[in-house]
């Protein structure tokens, strides 16, 4: 079965990554993440987990598309800050829902700057891709 494991962040998420803000990550902050997320990734190769993984672009490069009376209306980002969008995505596809679940908890100890991200605010959703056998199609 196959999953989508997300990751979120907002603008100033974004911003930190590339030195600007409060919490401003340090290039030995950005090596040590990609360092983690190389070996997260080969991990998933190596079990044949792996099935495709993207990081997305800020969301100042966002367009929202909505519909009002009938007709759409194009909003360019970014958002307030405090407002969460896909960061990136990786879809693994594993025997289970909780193996699922166990690969993207192994993300909880992603390095980040000191002070950068409280625990609580840190998350990554996990769900099953439509036409699952197990969710129905």
């Known amino acids: 079965m196959k999953y989508m494991i997300m990751l979120t962040g907002s603008q100033r998420d974004f911003d930190m990554l590339t030195g600007s803000g409060e919490h ?17 990734n080969n991990e998933l190769v190596e079990s044949g987990e792996f099935v495709d993984g993207q990081g997305l ?16 209306v194009v909003t360019d980002g970014p958002y307030a800050e405090t407002q969460e969008v896909l960061a990136g995505y990786t879809i693994v596809e594993c025997d289970s829902f909780d193996r699922a679940t166990e690969i993207a908890a192994k993300l909880a100890d992603t390095p980040h700057p000191a ?16 036409g699952a056998p197990e969710f129905g199609e």
Do not use: C
């Open 24 to 40: 401003a990550w340090t290039p030995a902050d950005l090596a040590a993440l990609h360092e983690f997320m190389t070996k997260w």
């Open 115 to 130: 002070g950068a991200q409280l625990a609580n605010e840190w998350y990554v959703d996990v769900r099953p891709i439509a």
């Open 57 to 72: 672009a800020a969301p100042v490069h966002t367009r929202r598309v909505s519909l009002r009376d009938g007709v759409p």
